[in-house]
């Protein structure tokens, strides 16, 4: 019997299969074992699960969440639920992450939150961030929906902060199709970010929304959790036979500290004297964040459209990245096509 056939006769058994099964208890504890966190709580998207922090952290009408202008629509979605402000920054020269020397600026007592995005599972240092934040007692929030076993000296993504949010959706790492979790070493948190996740378990005094998942997405998460070793190796292979096959392309990789987990190999561009590599890219067939996803900064999307931003730092790196699949097994094509479109 596959460990699929046996998670999933197990959740057919189940008296209850609804988020109080008894497999997605053991879903979470796999989740902590997985990621070395005291603490898992499963939802059923990245986006509940980020709500799901945020609204227990006390984000509402009238509060303020602090994120890069780099950060996707499925972050700022959600933290836009929560009826809390979105207050960009921007960020470092050479990286999505948020420029930690204009933080502070930004800092009052409406602030509930600082939320990080390690965008195609590229961490930062994080020290410095960290210690502005300690020092005004205001959480850090990774949104680790690309970075599931990114790590910096043996420690994962997810685990720097307060809380880390996470997706599995079915385009990442550690995938149930739909879902998503969240880690944190606070056990009075976890207790409370479940409860509102059941909806508030129902006491009538507390606010909750219906974010559980079911018996048989924890058994697709435990039965992928197994494979999960041999899903990050096989990524992170695809990663570096691409940045072999194109040393000679003159790209340089996006900055970043750790070891990153192959979710995407990402280029900065800057270097390069050839100018619209991206739409040349996109015409060979070549898959890019940029133009699927319509990439760009926070406050240049209509849902938050706001003039009074101008964060250069993001606005020039995105346009300079180009995000390159590792999970397709043709590196050297994608090689190939890259070289060409560069030399010619």
């Known amino acids: 019997m596959s460990e699929y056939d046996y998670y999933f006769s197990e959740a057919l058994k189940c008296s209850n299969q609804s988020g109080k099964s008894p497999l997605v208890e053991d879903y979470e504890n796999a ?3 997985l990621f070395n966190s005291r603490n898992a709580v499963a939802v059923n998207s990245g986006s509940a699960a980020i709500q799901t922090a945020l609204q227990t952290l006390g984000a509402t009408h009238g509060k303020k969440v602090i994120v890069s202008a780099t950060a996707p629509l499925p972050t700022l979605i959600p933290i836009s639920a929560t ?3 979105i207050v960009f920054v ?9 420029n930690h020397t204009e933080l502070e600026s930004k800092l009052d007592k409406d602030v509930v939150a600082v939320v990080e995005v390690p965008l195609w599972g590229y961490l930062h240092d994080y020290t410095e961030i960290l210690s502005i934040l300690n020092k005004h007692k205001i959480p850090l929030l990774e949104d680790a929906a690309h970075s599931h076993g990114s790590s910096i000296n043996g420690k994962f993504s997810g685990t720097f902060g307060y809380i880390g949010c996470f997706s599995t959706h079915q385009k990442k790492l550690l995938s149930t199709g739909e879902g998503g979790f969240i880690l944190t070493e606070s056990s009075e948190l976890a207790d409370r970010m479940r409860k509102f996740s059941r909806i508030g378990n129902l006491d009538g005094k507390t606010f909750g929304m219906n974010f559980k998942i079911s ?3 924890a058994a697709v998460g ?10 990050l190796e096989a990524r992170r292979n695809s990663r570096t036979k691409l940045l072999t096959l194109l040393k000679s392309s003159g790209l340089q990789e996006l900055f970043h500290i750790g070891e990153p987990n192959g979710y ?3 280029f ?5 004297q050839k100018k619209n ?3 040349l890219l996109a015409e060979l067939g070549i898959d890019l964040d940029t133009l699927k996803y319509g990439y760009k900064c926070g406050y240049k999307h209509q849902l938050f459209f706001n003039p009074n931003y101008k964060c250069l730092n993001a606005e020039n790196l995105i346009d300079r990245l180009i995000q390159l699949p590792t999970d397709i097994g043709n590196e050297e094509e994608i090689a190939k096509k890259i070289i060409n479109v560069i030399n010619n």
């Open 90 to 98: 921007d960020c470092l020269p050479n990286s999505p992450n948020i």
């Open 215 to 217: 018996a048989f997405t």
């Open 264 to 266: 995407n190999l990402v």
């Open 83 to 85: 009826g809390a402000e």
């Open 31 to 33: 989740l902590s074992i």
């Open 222 to 231: 435990l039965a992928r959790i197994r494979n999960f070793p041999t899903v």
């Open 268 to 272: 900065d561009t800057a270097n390069l």
């Open 277 to 279: 590599l991206i739409p």
